[in-house]
């Protein structure tokens, strides 16, 4: 069995988020920049609750003065970053610009969303394309989210120098194959963690069964349990206690959805199964349609994940 954090099958992505924003996914862009879910909620429901008290409608040099002055308050500043996020006058995006670089560490993720929802505000402006912008924990590029992943050996055997070929090469291959692109790979003992790039239209699932089927039948060292997530890179003690199910480093995650499956219930020749199996539909408990609403503007869709 395997254990898969903050995950959930491509295909299922895909379609739900295909009927949430009654579009096709045929245009999409993905931010490169990474926020977490949580800053990413708190941005869009005082949005909500900003368009919803009749938004301001200050000048550019107005919100400025605000935003840089020593005296104005957190949630003050909050709410001048997402004026300046609706802003058609590209002179507020410059500002956004100026702010991200200049503003403290408790500031950065809001500026960098403020940005982002500016960048998709004026790119919709200028062109009046239909497009669907993403932000997620790990960011992504063009069409696809950035994944980071950790597969391990039977047994917590440290994987010899041949065994590191064979999954560095299966690796490759896999994600090459599936119009992923690879960013990192790291051999930590009994497990290697992975950053890569996988496009929203392709399943991650395949690419571990693909992964786990050519490496055994190479000598069959390899476990098929595995971390994914979108959402944040862990580090070796959270990786380890993840996959000696630690009931200290679990109680941490429990706010990430869990889901499990038996590779051997699938027909690994089936480019087309559909992976119900990896979507739990309380992955989605803690998005309510009210939420989903928030996402969207007359302009674009600004989606979170």
């Known amino acids: 069995m395997q254990n898969i954090f903050k995950h959930m099958n491509q295909k299922d992505l895909q379609n739900i988020l295909e009927s ?3 579009k096709s996914f045929s ?7 990474g926020i977490d879910l949580n ?42 970053l997402i004026e300046l ?6 002179q507020a995006f410059r500002l956004l610009e100026k702010f991200n670089t200049q503003c403290v560490d408790e500031f950065k993720k809001w500026a960098t969303l403020a940005l982002q929802k500016s960048r998709a505000h004026i790119e919709h402006s200028l062109s009046n394309e239909d497009k669907v912008y993403i932000s997620s924990g790990l960011g992504g590029s ?61 399943s991650l699932d395949k690419i571990f069964l693909d992964i ?34 630690d009931p200290e480093v679990l109680e941490n995650f429990n706010q990430f959805p869990q889901s499990s499956l038996d590779f051997d219930e699938f027909d690994e020749d089936d480019d087309d199964f559909e992976g ?22 007359e302009d674009d869709d600004f989606l979170p994940f």
């Not at 089927?213 to 580090?235: M, P, Q, W, Y």
Request: proline share 1%; net charge negative.
């Open 85 to 90: 996020s609706f802003s058609d006058d590209v």
């Open 27 to 33: 245009n999409v862009q993905i931010f490169e920049e």
């Open 142 to 202: 063009g069409n696809k989210l950035r994944y980071f992943f950790v597969m391990s050996s039977k047994n917590d055997a440290e994987f010899n120098k041949l065994q590191k070929e064979i999954l560095k090469k299966e690796i490759e291959f896999s994600v090459k194959n599936r119009a992923g692109t690879i960013e990192k790979i790291i051999f930590q003992g009994y497990f290697v963690t992975v950053l890569c790039l996988i496009p929203i239209t392709q």
């Open 276 to 297: 119900d199996d990896f979507l739990d539909e309380d992955d989605f408990d803690e998005f309510d349609d009210d939420d989903f609403d928030e996402f969207d503007d």
């Open 212 to 245: 786990l089927k050519e490496c055994n039948s190479l000598g069959d060292f390899l476990s098929d349990r595995v971390i994914a997530t979108n959402t944040e890179k862990f580090d070796n003690e959270i990786i380890k206690g993840i996959l000696n199910d």
């Open 20 to 22: 949430t924003i009654k």
């Open 39 to 80: 800053t990413q909620l708190e941005f869009e429901k005082l949005t909500k609750a900003f368009l919803k008290n009749n938004a301001k409608d200050r000048d550019v040099k107005t919100l400025e003065n605000g935003l840089f002055n020593t005296k104005t308050t957190e949630e003050e500043r909050k709410l001048i």
